[in-house]
């Protein structure tokens, strides 16, 4: 069985307890004072909570009808300047600008801007859901508002 996770989003534990996408985009608004997004800003990625991945984790272990592959999203949350709004919120920024490519390379990485927070990555757990798995969570905005630790 091969469980394919989304952008995994809460306050975890261990070596690396933050989502990928988001912290880098966090230390630049505070760094610069202004959030910025990669392009338009109109992409989005799957989501899913990190309580309910764990969730399905187990149900994908107990479950004898679980075998193949699964996507583990909990749905699309917002586009990435929804989530620039949340970190501008959350940090008392007045405003969202798009990035461009070449700069937002230059600072984060050229594969990291382009193929992460440039693009889309958007998969549906129809399979993990005819499990019987439900995910309801907060949104990652929410999160970001709320509970997201600050650098």
Same mark, same amino acid.
């Given at each position: ?13 261990? $070596? ?15 760094? *610069?004072?202004? !959030?910025? !997004?990669?392009? #338009?800003?109109?992409?989005?990625? #799957? %989501? ?13 272990? %107990? ?10 999203? =909990? =749905? ?11 970190? #501008? ?31 889309? #990555?958007?998969?549906?757990? $129809? ?8 995910? *309801?969570?907060? $949104?990652? %905005? ?10």
């Amino acid at each position: 069985m091969v469980l394919c996770n989304s952008l995994i989003y809460a306050n975890g534990k261990g $070596s690396r307890p933050q989502p990928v996408l988001i912290p880098p985009l966090v230390r630049q608004a505070i760094d *610069s004072g202004v !959030v910025r !997004v990669v392009g #338009s800003g109109l992409n989005r990625w #799957s %989501t899913v909570h990190l309580d309910y991945m764990a969730d399905l984790y187990q149900l994908a272990l %107990t479950e004898p009808a679980a075998a193949g592959f699964y996507f583990v999203e =909990g =749905g699309e949350d917002a586009s990435f300047t929804e989530i620039g709004a949340a970190i #501008s919120r959350r940090l008392g920024l007045g405003r969202v600008e798009p990035w461009g490519l070449a700069s937002a390379g230059a600072a984060l990485g050229e594969g990291f801007a382009h193929y992460a927070l440039g693009c889309n #990555s958007r998969v549906r757990a $129809s399979r993990a859901r005819a499990l019987g798995w439900r995910p *309801s969570r907060p $949104s990652l %905005t929410d999160w970001i508002e709320n509970d997201m630790p600050l650098p």
